[in-house]
């Protein structure tokens, strides 16, 4: 008989329909109003080839373990092993690294996005059997934002993750707003996803919203379809990396006509002289002017100067999506965004202003907030020490050496044991092919997975992992106050396991089992997380009880309405009563702060920074295309790349790149057509799609594709599948956030015309039992 239950992922609610233990179709929900077509793709991937059955450890850190100087990880066969000997071995290795190098040479900063749910956080059920049994180095920031996390709270005080709340909604933009300008645009595709979850798609709908009430749309993006074609917005193609410059010259053509509001500049910001000075060229001798502007930007200097006008004579906003910092010097742009928003005149007013990642995530610019859900209890790390989570090749391969981040000096700690529960850095770490030469460092790898990705294929034990369709759960997304129930709709894969189970286990070997687990099993937990986030309500009725919910399979936690901390509307009409947490109080066009901390990558005030790589260089010469990968619209990062969505989505079997029809016929490139796409660091084969939407010298390949290295672990070996990772450059943004700066990496694409190897991605390494 069938039966119908629960599913939450990231990418949404969804209904499974089962048989008998077998998981037949999962199914969009009916008050989903723009549901994920990566949802129903899931089945494929539940029980496919490259799903890691049992524990495994590779055969070359068996023979010779502990291991010390080079290996073949990432190249070797793997032996399967039962679950008592793969414990005692990740155990015993645990107390061997702990006795001997000290417990800050375990890395559990384990940075990824894993699965929804609130009892099954990967990193979090990680970081809790780490701290309690010693503790470990962790990673700061994320790879989505680290530039923004950094600069935000020296500009506009508060948490970095505040400017969520303090921005305004959608709905609010309907009924305030006349103009939108999007550095990097809107784009739908992203907003499918949402941390943790979401129980409805509402930014399509919303964005239409604001159509219909007559707000006004500029696309600031080398790509047209970061907008949607339903809002009719005005596309200015940009050149890669240089958002700063246009908005230095949009705010120049402000301060010269007098269009800037003097009076918030003077009562609601600090420091606007010391930056006007450098608008207007008085110590370098280069006014930073409409024309100016139009030559780095490719943007005219008609259209900025019009951009100018219409920012200041209407109520506008002006938002910056993620990708714009995930770059050389990603910092300037958020920071510039900020200051040309306070120039325009409509901060603080409502609906307008300032927004950073609208449908960058489904709830940012939906809801401000919810109150808080439960999650696995955080223990306090005993080991102080920390990477900024993109420095995680360079802590591998030099440490001991000290870099600055964001006023301080860290020394990169010498790690032994890499401990990876729930992301894919062979996916998502720049440059590829130095994190494979880093990762020869340690003395181990353990990683957690449920597939052979290239993570699992570069560890030395493979724990197998049940997937969010293999546990019972529940969880609440981001900003979004819906709690959805997620129970199991079929059992692990082979001999796979939950973390949680995995860490119970090891934990007990360890001697601190107890204390993990808190005497409760998994269904305690969950009951007790659940209990626990209604405890925590103002009125704990407003929720029904455990069994309720899961009978329902959905409850929905209480609005949270402003005002929030930190508000520009308060800050606008009473700076001295509602201070922001900056230093000044105020917003910080220059900061003191950051000033004297004597960066020449960061100066006090937000200023244009040649990238290391773009149009504009001298290495476009040789690399005349700009690489922009962005996010795939067919799956979450790498996951499910595997699933049918974007299995669908692949040309011969490649993930697709985009050029526009300009740069292709140059190359003698035809839609269809494989391609490999080079440049110093390494080179990989893609599908090539033409199309009109990528502004010419652009090329466009999203994030995800999983690394299929030819020789793994050998300096710029061929990628055949189509990770923009193989190509992109493991460069800091700036000595302040030590980001990712994916976006900064310009390459050439040719035809490839050799036989095409096959795509070896989801195939696992040889086994051995
Ligand atoms: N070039 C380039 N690179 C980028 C970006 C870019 O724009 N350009 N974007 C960056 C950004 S914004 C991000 S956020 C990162 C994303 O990088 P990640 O978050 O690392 O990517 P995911 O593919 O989501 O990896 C999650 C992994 O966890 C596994 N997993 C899922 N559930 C569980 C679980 O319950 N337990 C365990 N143990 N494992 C689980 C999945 O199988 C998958 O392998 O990529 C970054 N990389
Ligand atoms: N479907 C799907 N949705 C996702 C994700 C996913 O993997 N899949 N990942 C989620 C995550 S973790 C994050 S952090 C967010 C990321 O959200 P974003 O970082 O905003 O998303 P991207 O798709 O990387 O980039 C959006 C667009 O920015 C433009 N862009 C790139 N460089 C520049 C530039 O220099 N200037 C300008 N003006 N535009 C530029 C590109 O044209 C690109 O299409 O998305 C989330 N949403
Ligand atoms: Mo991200």
């Given at each position: ?5 629960s ?31 990566i ?31 080079g290996?073949?990880?990432?190249a ?7 679950w ?11 107390r ?12 559990g ?21 780490l ?25 506009i005080?508060?948490?970095p ?61 080398p ?10 917005a ?8 240089t ?36 608008l207007?060229g ?13 030559a ?25 999506n ?17 200051v040309?928003?306070?120039?325009a ?36 790390n ?24 964001d ?29 494979a ?19 699992a ?16 759960d529940?969880t ?24 949680h189970?995995?860490f ?27 209990e ?35 508000s ?29 901390y ?11 920074y040649e990238p290391?790589e ?27 790349d595997n ?15 985009t050029l ?18 080079f ?14 939407d ?24 061929l990628?055949r ?28 694409v ?20």
């Amino acid at each position: 008989m069938e039966r119908r239950l629960s599913v939450a992922t990231h990418w949404g609610s969804f209904t499974a329909v089962v048989d008998s233990g077998r998981l037949l179709r999962i199914e969009p929900k009916d008050d989903d109003p723009a549901p994920s077509p990566i949802g129903p793709g899931m089945v494929r991937a539940a029980e496919d080839g490259a799903r890691v059955l049992r524990p495994a450890v590779r055969r070359g850190w068996l023979d010779g373990r502990p291991r010390e100087g080079g290996s073949a990880r990432g190249a070797d066969s793997f032996v399967e092993v039962g679950w008592d000997e793969a414990l005692a071995l990740v155990g015993d290795e645990l107390r061997r690294v702990r006795e001997r190098y000290g417990d800050a040479a375990v890395f559990g900063g384990s940075y990824g996005w894993a699965s929804a749910g609130a009892l099954h956080s990967a990193q979090g059920q990680l970081q809790r059997f780490l701290a309690l049994g010693g503790g470990y180095t962790d990673s700061r920031n994320t790879y989505s934002t680290a530039a923004l996390e950094v600069i935000l709270p020296h500009v506009i005080g508060g948490h970095p993750w505040s400017y969520q709340s303090r921005m305004p909604m959608w709905d609010e933009i309907a009924e305030g707003c006349e103009l939108v300008v999007a550095f990097g645009g809107l784009a739908l595709k992203n907003s499918q996803v949402n941390p943790g979850g979401l129980a409805r798609h509402r930014t399509r709908d919303l964005q239409r919203r604001c159509r219909d009430a007559g707000v006004r749309f500029v696309n600031v993006s080398p790509i047209r379809s970061d907008t949607a074609d339903f809002l009719g917005a005005q596309w200015l193609p940009v050149v890669p990396n240089t958002d700063t410059a246009a908005m230095l010259g949009i705010a120049h053509t402000m301060l010269v006509n007098g269009w800037h509001d003097e009076d918030f500049l003077r009562r609601c910001c600090t420091g606007f002289d010391r930056f006007a000075a450098y608008l207007l060229g008085e110590a370098d001798g280069v006014p930073k002017d409409a024309a100016w502007a139009a030559a780095i930007t490719g943007i005219d200097r008609g259209t900025l100067t019009d951009l100018a006008r219409r920012l200041t004579a209407q109520r506008s906003l002006v938002v910056v999506n993620y990708a714009v910092q995930r770059a050389d010097h990603g910092e300037q742009p958020i920071w510039m965004s900020v200051v040309l928003a306070a120039m325009a005149g409509s901060m603080g007013r409502p609906g307008c202003g300032w927004g950073a990642g609208y449908a960058t995530m489904d709830a940012t610019g939906v809801a401000p907030g919810r109150p808080s859900v439960a999650s696995v209890p955080a223990v306090p790390n005993p080991v102080p020490d920390f990477i900024p989570v993109a420095r995680i090749a360079d802590a591998l391969l030099h440490p001991g050496r000290s870099i600055d981040y964001d006023g301080r000096r860290l020394t990169l700690p010498e790690l032994r044991l890499v401990y990876w529960c729930g992301g894919n850095p062979f996916h998502h770490h720049q440059d590829l092919h130095r994190l494979a030469r880093a990762w020869q460092a340690p003395d181990t790898v353990v990683v957690h997975e449920s597939w052979w990705n290239t993570t699992a294929k570069f560890a030395d034990v493979v724990l197998p992992v049940a997937t969010g369709l293999e546990r019972d759960d529940f969880t609440a997304g981001f900003c979004d106050p819906h709690l959805t129930a997620m129970p199991k709709v079929r059992e692990p894969a082979g001999e796979s396991r939950t973390d949680h189970r995995i860490f119970a286990d090891l934990a007990a070997r360890l001697g601190y089992g107890r204390e993990f687990t808190e005497s409760r099993t998994e269904a305690e937990w969950l009951r007790h997380l659940y209990e626990r986030t209604r405890a925590a309500l103002d009125d704990p009725a407003a929720l029904p009880d455990f069994d309720a919910f899961w009978r329902r399979t959905t409850a929905e936690l209480p609005a949270l309405t402003g005002p929030f901390p930190g508000s520009f509307a308060a800050l606008r009409a009473d700076p001295q009563r509602f201070p922001l947490a900056t230093p000044s109080g105020r917003i910080e066009v220059f900061s003191a702060e950051i000033d004297s901390y004597g960066y020449d990558d960061c100066a006090g005030h937000p200023a244009w920074y040649e990238p290391a790589e773009w149009l504009g260089g001298d290495l476009a010469e040789r690399f005349p295309l700009h690489l922009v990968s962005n996010q795939p619209a067919s799956r979450l990062h790498s996951q499910y790349d595997n699933g049918g969505r974007s299995l669908e989505s692949k040309i011969r079997g490649r993930e697709p790149v985009t050029l526009n029809p300009a740069d292709a016929a140059a190359r003698g490139i035809a839609d269809g057509a494989v391609v490999r796409v080079f440049n110093d660091r390494g080179s990989c084969l893609a599908g090539a799609v033409l199309s009109e939407d990528v502004m010419p010298g652009v090329v466009q390949l999203a994030t995800g594709a999983w690394w299929d290295p030819v020789e793994p672990g050998a300096g710029g070996t061929l990628d055949r599948h189509g990770n923009p990772n193989s190509l992109t450059a493991d460069r800091p943004c700036s000595r302040l956030s030590q980001g990712p700066s994916a976006l900064s990496a310009l390459v050439d694409v040719e035809r490839h015309d050799e036989p095409l190897p096959d795509v070896l991605a989801f195939v696992p390494p040889p086994l051995e039992r």
